[in-house]
């Protein structure tokens, strides 16, 4: 049973990712597409995927386990779509060869971590609350930083963010796998959606370390 919940998750979370970084892929190679996608009420789709991707993470963290198997797929893989147009810009910004290697360096950190969470005998789930206090931390020191804009600040938060969520999918795991049955039906794809979230946070902080801008 266990073993099906991870074969679950990871078969949606790659259904997950392949959905949001091909939105990307799409909507960033095509300027006609871009403006079709972007430039809808006077320019301000932007703001107005931004919003329903987060009001959908907030639904699908809070929510996602009381759903019917279809809506929390449905759903899950609406917000994987809304995270690949938010994405757009890392397209732009970035070289396609530098985005392929942080993926890389990404998957191979989030797969060591993933093993860590289902075969250490260490219980990670008393760390969550650790994990999340210095997610807080994080939040908050980079509202902070917005206003003094300090590079230094900022790479010491890019550090900080690739420790606390490559913890994260470590715990994530493990929770999934200890609490499946309180996590009933949608455990797979539950736990699928909170790995997307610590895979694309890790992706998008290694990126901002070690990417390569476009001239």
Do not use: H
């Not at 971590?113 to 997610?135: E, P, Q, R």
């Not at 931390?137 to 003094?148: G, L």
């Not at 609490?179 to 699928?192: Q, R, S």
């Amino acid at each position: 049973m266990k073993n099906k919940v991870l074969q679950d998750a990871f078969k949606w979370l790659f259904i997950g990712l392949l959905l949001c970084f091909g939105v990307s892929y799409v909507t960033s190679s095509s300027e006609e597409i871009f403006m079709a996608v972007f430039g809808i009420f006077n320019g301000l789709g932007i703001f107005i995927y931004l919003i329903a991707e987060l009001v959908l993470a907030i639904v699908l963290a809070v929510r996602i386990t009381k759903m019917s198997p279809s809506t929390a797929k449905a759903l899950y893989l609406v917000y994987a779509a809304l995270t690949g147009l938010s994405l757009t810009g890392v397209f732009l910004a970035y070289t396609a060869s530098s985005i392929a290697l942080v993926f890389l360096a990404t998957s191979i950190i989030f797969g060591v971590f993933a093993i860590i969470g289902k075969k250490s005998n260490i219980d990670l789930t008393k760390f969550g609350l650790y994990l999340f206090a210095a997610l807080i931390a994080i939040i908050i020191v980079t509202i902070i930083n917005i206003f003094i804009g300090s590079d230094s600040l900022t790479m010491l938060l890019c550090i900080v963010g690739i420790l606390v969520f490559a913890g994260y999918t470590a715990y994530d795991v493990q929770y999934a796998l200890q609490k499946t049955d309180m996590l009933g039906e949608n455990a797979g794809i539950y736990c699928a959606f909170q790995l997307f979230l610590d895979f694309i946070n890790v992706f998008i902080k290694l990126l901002r370390l070690f990417g390569k801008r476009n001239d």
